[in-house]
């Protein structure tokens, strides 16, 4: 049930973090967060953790004259099994210049149950579970770029390569990531 479930909104002055607050969310799902200023230069987000998911928010700002916001986080029941995750799609862009090569991997990952793919295993140094595996790096890459799909702390490198740690909910997630190569 998704009643009693707590809500973290996190507030930001100039995208710079100020603070959390947390609410439970009623029988119907719906929480509500009181007394937030309204001012440009405020903006929020807001998570939750569900079944050992991680879910999180658009980042919210309010117009001029606004006074309410709306929002709604989708949450799935969870799974540890993978056997519905799969990469439809894979490809490997490399630009030779001056400087060598720079390489820019591109893969599609499909969930394709009703169910978050919460991941399987030990609990990572990120705080989750290695849900999606990476390609391994050449040992000489260099500046590492994350472009979409990953978020920096909770990707987990180790010795055969990188893991996502970052729950996987149904339907496709896209992830881009490039490196240097002298």
Do not use: C
Not at 67 to 88: E, F, I, N, R
Not at 138 to 164: H, K, M, N, W
């Amino acid at each position: 049930s998704v009643a009693g479930q707590t809500v973290t909104l996190t507030t930001y002055l100039n995208d710079v973090e100020t603070g959390n607050s947390t609410a439970k969310s009623g029988a119907d799902g719906r929480f509500v967060f009181n007394g937030l200023s309204t001012a440009s230069s405020n903006s929020y987000d807001i998570k939750l953790r569900y079944q050992e998911a991680e879910y999180f928010g658009e980042l919210l700002t309010f117009a001029d004259n606004e006074t309410t916001k709306s929002t709604v986080l989708t949450v799935y029941d969870s799974t540890s099994s993978d056997g519905a995750v799969s990469v439809t799609s894979a490809f490997t862009i490399v630009v030779f210049d001056q400087d060598g090569l720079e390489v820019t991997e591109h893969l599609v990952f499909a969930n394709d149950s009703d169910r978050a793919y919460i991941g399987s295993g030990e609990i990572t140094s990120t705080g989750g579970k290695r849900t999606l595996k990476l390609p391994s790096l050449p040992a000489e890459a260099t500046d590492l770029q994350y472009i979409a799909g990953l978020i920096p702390f909770r990707v987990f490198p180790d010795a055969t390569g990188l893991s996502d740690t970052t729950t996987m909910p149904p339907g496709e997630k896209t992830i881009i990531y490039s490196y240097r190569l002298s």
